[in-house]
């Protein structure tokens, strides 16, 4: 059953928004290896060009977002979580009109363009602002079920996206259905969507570091005004991770799993493509699999689990069981075990939520958004190094000169790298939680 404080009228608004924009986002997932492969190698199965594009794209992303994330991150720590939503999710919806208006090869390479461009700034945005607000708004003991139950949500609308793409009658109605979704994404959550209730939090904690007394505190709470701070350095990202060994270890943690996932998801599409001449229904029916575990992960077992489990040890049975299923990605024989892969995302998912809850016990009220976007940003600077590994050993198995017939050798890398990650999750002992403003769970989120 979900706590009190994480079905408040905020946190379900911040729910719903989520839901709705990713389902608008990943309802062209299944569709565009196609659409992708049909604008530069028509009648095709295997294109190289199409697979360098893709990783040209992503490490360009990843660029971007290395140096926007802490950025957007620490500018929602001063003027707002809601406010640092509206400019990626409007970004987001651009490119989607423009492939909603037609696929031909032209359109294409504009989309692709735009994409790449509205992408530095935009991919994980929402996932990282996402992150602040819930860290805002729940106390420290129920945030590990308060994030699973955000990661749960963006599972459903995997699902409930790639379900709809499965049954819309082609490829372009995909996209258009998808812009719209976006728009009504992004009015709902300027209409609905309270701002965070951060201004307790971060008053109070001026407040204390200026060593005021009682009377003054009181003043304080009633003014709306947020203390100014400059935006990140590459020297505040630096002592943020030496801040805390914890935090140092989380943040390898995530560089090393990001890097493997990334690489699994650059090249899973195109070598079901090659190999088992997957196409958009296909594809659909495989996501569909892995947001239905993703939800039964996030939305039953994880809250149980943090119960009892604490979430270093959440944290490792997520990547190993990762590995895992990219590992049965690799070796696949039949189309019957990639499906039968695909259901091991039920423990494999725990890894994300587990994650970020560990990184914001290492902060304090007023840095959560920071934290989460340097996070994020590894994440990115992960995704920069992807795909000059993936994309040409991906290209390389799966063309006729490859070394050795290994078709998936790609994602055995892939899954080598996560093995990293879950090694040194390993050595993450119960982290110290930096005291946090919101102890009393009875407080309500102000809607």
Known sequence: MAEKTIVSSGLGHLFMTVFVFNFANFMVVP????VTMAALCPGEDECSLAIYLTGVQQAITGMGSLVMMPLIGNLSDNYGRKVMLTLPMLLTTLPLVILAYSMERNFFFAY??????TSMICEGTVLCLAHAYVADNVAVPRRAS???ILSGVSSCSFVFGNLSTRFLPNTASVFQVSAAVAMVSVVYMRIFLPESSMDAAIIAASL????????????????????FRSTPSLHDSISLLRSSWTFSQAAIVAFF?????LGLYSALLYYLKAEFHFNKDQFA???IINGIAGIISQMVLMPLLARVINEEKILAIGLVFNCVHMFLYSVAWSSWVIYFAATFQVLAIFAGPSLRSIVSKQVGPTEQGKAQGCITGLCSFASIVSPLIFS???ALFLSDNAPFVFPGFSLVCAAFSVMIAFIQSLMIRAPHAVPDSKVDDSVPVEP
């Open 257 to 261: 799993s990001s890097l493997g996932e």
């Open 146 to 148: 308060a994030f699973g």
């Open 31 to 34: 569709a565009i290896t196609d």
């Open 208 to 227: 204390k570091e200026e060593t005021v007394n009682e009377c003054l505190l009181e003043k304080g709470s009633t003014n709306n005004h947020r203390p």
């Open 392 to 394: 040409p050993l991906t």
């Open 285 to 287: 029916d495989l996501l």
């Open 112 to 117: 692709y363009a735009l994409k790449t461009l």
